[in-house]
């Protein structure tokens, strides 16, 4: 009977002192370590008498449906060599607190799955515990993160399209994976952020990608001594298809104006439902979406040429040239398409050191699309975007605790 609930425990060096259930309580295992003896911390001496029991409940993971209490005795030894008398370690649980690491571990990926009240139900837990472990795990992130951070990315996203409610997410760059979500976009926020890093995390960042917004380029040079900006090629990318869709709409509402009854008809068809064929890569369109792209393109000859030159930017952009290749590349392209695409050429000039960055190393925060996907499934899953600590914790988690969504 010891020997098969020492299988289900599988804890390894513990042994099964005895075992029982308590109606309501459910079943109530005591145990302690195999070992007959312990190495004293302070003369490495491998001491072996008992000075004390100390007893402890923690609750650690349910077996067949019941739940567990583990009875366990952490014993004080005395070293005879120097007389100290000393604790022995239990790996398998943290100091002062009610439950095992394992049923911790469990409990968070729970969490990651459903929300916080279903588990504790589930667990027979208050919400308040399921809180208190997923805030042990928020110290283990916090800890972890920011050491060896060289290359981060600083992006935005509406978690609500259209209510303006921006988070600001910072990736590494490096693996991948968000490191920190802030409430808002302000540079006040970021400012704060980035000094509770500190000096050395600071100097040793020597490459961050942003978009087109000047207060983060001030504060990023500000702070961080060692950088070099880039700026985030689908920023880049997404002024030229705002500058396309824009003409686009200014377009329609010519063709609106026309008087003559059939040419105005004829425009407006062609014009009317384009604005994906436009905006999105070419190579990527359907075929429906491709006819829709051609009739577009053949009644408005200014469209045509934007487009045109849409495609012909993405093209500097995808292939694989060398730093001053991509320099002169830029520089034709912004030439020729001056008359076309004067707002955003007008945004290059003054980011034109950050946006031919990019053909150094090819830096882009692009992982973020996919970082925001996974943030708004959080949400939809019903965490309640109430309390963002919670919400960002939780997201930190989802990245940091290998747990993956498909
Ligand atoms: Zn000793």
Not at 136 to 146: G, V
Not at 264 to 285: F, H, M, P, V
Request: aromatic content about 8%.
């Amino acid at each position: 009977m010891k020997f098969s609930v020492e299988k289900m425990l599988n804890l390894t060096g513990i042994k099964v002192l005895n075992c029982h259930e308590i109606e309501g309580m459910g079943l109530i295992i005591e145990i302690e370590k195999n070992a007959k003896s312990c190495t004293c911390p302070k003369c490495g001496y491998q001491a072996s008498s008992i000075h004390q029991n100390h007893w402890r409940i923690v609750q650690d993971l349910p077996i067949s449906d019941r739940q567990v209490q583990l009875k366990i005795n952490r014993r004080q030894f005395r070293c005879k060599k120097c007389q100290r008398i000393f604790s022995e370690e239990l790996d398998f649980i943290d100091k002062n607190r009610g439950y095992t690491k394992r049923l911790a571990e469990n409990i968070i990926k729970q969490v990651l799955d459903s929300n916080i009240r279903s588990v504790a139900l589930r667990n027979d837990l208050t919400e308040e515990e399921i809180e208190s472990i997923l805030n042990t795990q928020a110290i283990l992130i916090e800890s972890i993160n920011f050491a060896r951070v060289k290359r981060i990315g600083i992006d935005e996203i509406a978690l609500v399209k259209g209510q303006g409610n921006y988070l600001a997410i910072i990736v590494d760059l490096d693996t991948n994976k968000p490191i920190e979500i802030l409430r808002s976009r302000r540079s006040e926020e970021l400012r704060k952020l980035f000094e509770g890093w500190g000096s050395t995390v600071l100097e040793q960042i020597h490459e961050v990608s942003i978009d087109l917004w000047n207060p983060y380029r001030k504060l990023v040079e500000e702070l961080m001594p060692n950088v070099d900006v880039t700026a985030d090629r689908f920023h880049v990318m997404k002024q030229i298809t705002d500058e396309l869709d824009t003409a686009r709409k200014s377009e329609k509402r010519a063709a609106e104006k026309i008087p003559n009854k059939s040419e105005k008809e004829r425009k407006l068809t062609g014009i009317i439902k384009s604005k994906y064929s436009l905006l999105k890569n070419e190579k990527d369109l359907t075929d429906k979406q491709k006819e829709k792209l051609k009739s577009v393109l053949e009644v408005s000859p200014k469209l045509s040429k934007m487009h045109a030159l849409k495609e012909e930017f993405r093209e500097i952009f995808e292939t694989k040239y060398s730093w001053g290749e991509g320099v002169l590349k830029l520089l034709d392209w912004m030439h020729d398409a001056m008359s076309f695409f004067p707002k955003s050429i007008g945004t290059f000039q003054r980011w034109f050191g950050e946006i031919v960055g990019y053909f150094d190393n090819r830096t882009t925060s692009g992982v973020v699309e996919g970082i925001n996907n996974k943030l708004k499934l959080i949400k939809r899953l019903g965490y309640g975007f109430r309390n963002f600590e919670n919400f960002k914790l939780r997201s930190l988690l989802t990245w940091h605790f290998g747990i993956n969504y498909p």
